[in-house]
């Protein structure tokens, strides 16, 4: 399977592994076809795989006591998602996770993840690694929103991930990026006037 062939050269940009390690790491996983608009985490229900995707595309979001939607993030091909805090304390979910794509993903269970990483420390680093890039990933989206402006930050997605934008829905973009979708159109027409 194609997809796979991208797992396995994700797992080599991390660590390295002998084919025995490799055969036992890629045993832990399992693929699972995801339809367009399927949430595979919701609220109240704990998390009990952490996702990395094949093929496809997601997004973790929010909804505020007024009914506000936050779209805390995005995963395409090579990204990971979950409801990161459910999931590592076994408690229930705060956010959604819903397909925008019909996807094809690879899921590890929590309890095989532990298992996993007590049977050989290479499996270990390769959590680890994960984690601290997940974790400077929302730093960096932490700072962004902070000091740069909504223009400022819509470029900066499209230069950093210029195919994904034109994956997503505008709203779940603008939500992203902390705005109305209208003020997203608005920063966009402005972008096209300028060229």
Do not use: C
């Not at 036992?24 to 009990?48: E, G, L, R, S």
């Not at 929590?110 to 990483?117: A, F, N, S, W």
């Not at 740069?148 to 973009?173: I, M």
């Amino acid at each position: 399977m194609l997809e796979l062939n991208a797992f396995t050269k994700y797992i080599q940009r991390i660590i390295s592994l002998s084919q025995e390690e490799f055969s036992d790491f890629t045993a832990a996983f399992n693929v699972k076809q995801i339809k367009k608009k399927q949430f595979i985490i919701q609220p109240d229900f704990t998390a009990k795989y952490r996702t990395f995707v094949l093929k496809g595309a997601f997004r973790s979001y929010v909804i505020d006591k007024d009914g506000g939607d936050h779209t805390i993030q995005f995963a395409i091909e090579d990204w990971w998602i979950s409801d990161i805090n459910s999931y590592i304390y076994q408690k229930p979910a705060t956010m959604f996770v819903v397909a925008l794509e019909d996807s094809t993903v690879l899921q590890i269970d929590y309890e095989t993840e532990q298992l996993l990483k007590q049977a050989n420390p290479k499996f270990e680093r390769f959590f680890r690694i994960v984690a601290e890039r997940t974790a400077a990933f929302h730093q960096r989206r932490i700072i962004s929103a902070l000091t740069r402006t909504a223009e400022e930050r819509y470029t900066d997605f499209l230069e950093t991930y210029p195919t994904v934008a034109q994956r997503l829905p505008q709203v779940a973009l603008a939500s992203y990026l902390g705005m109305t979708r209208e003020f997203l159109n608005k920063i966009r027409n402005h972008k096209v006037k300028k060229k």
